[in-house]
């Protein structure tokens, strides 16, 4: 059988400056560990701390390999850093199995998948998820399931996301009754989550006929002396926000209404 040369491409990243995406090719064979060794010391020669290798091309690992890269990784994990694999192939992902790698590295599918969680962990860059919609009340159930799956896709616990669903259903429930009816009409659901927080804002064109109304619900609460207010139901759901969110503001006018919300992560 033909080996194949293994080829190292060194592929920095612009907007990540401690991160390095290095492409392997060929086979990793027992006589490629003093190159893998050098190409890592020249990476972090460079102040790179997170290496991402990419082995798409790849054919074979040896156990060899596979304990030179066991090192590397020690060495940058000392420097606060990782070494992650992706875009192996479903037989390469068994073999490292089978060899135990999995229970070390990471592996992700591709370089996107890869870099997208270095800015959420290491950077922790926030991530923005936006959807219009038009005003129907059944399409809300499943926006807020939406939003929860994405909360614990995220790392975010059972509570905090419930909690986020029942903040998502109450907001979207309250621009659709408060907002045009006609469904060019739409509704703008923005969440923009990181690895504190989460915020959700929704954003609807206000309905002339339902403007006082809903001014109404949000002035401060009555005492029992006083006239109570309109819609106490729709009320009593934006006081359930107040108490399950950590900071809310509301901005109604004749040409819409937006309801920002943020939940800080408790889990």
Known sequence: MTTQRMEIDIQEVPESEGVVILHFSGDLTSECVRRINECFSAVGKKGKTYAIANMAEVT???SAVLGEFMGCRKRLIEEHGDLVFCGLDLEMRTKLHLM???KIFRIYTDIRTALNSYKWEIERQPEKFHVSFPPYLKIV???RQLVSRIARQKGY???DSFRIETIVDEICNN???HGRPKADDLIDLTVIIDPDKIEIDVRNM??????A???AMLLPEKTDTDKPKPDVKRGR???LIKMLSDGMSVECTDRGTSVRVKKVREE
């Not at 206000?206 to 403007?211: E, I, L, N, Q």
Request: a negative charge; aromatic letters at 0%; proline letters at 11%.
């Open 60 to 62: 074979l690992i040896s």
């Open 100 to 102: 135990g790698a999995t």
């Open 141 to 143: 159930p499943p926006l």
């Open 157 to 159: 616990g059972n509570r």
């Open 175 to 177: 621009a659709v009754e």
């Open 206 to 211: 206000s309905d002339p006929d339902k403007v």
């Open 213 to 215: 109304s809903l001014t």
């Open 237 to 239: 759901g934006l006081s």
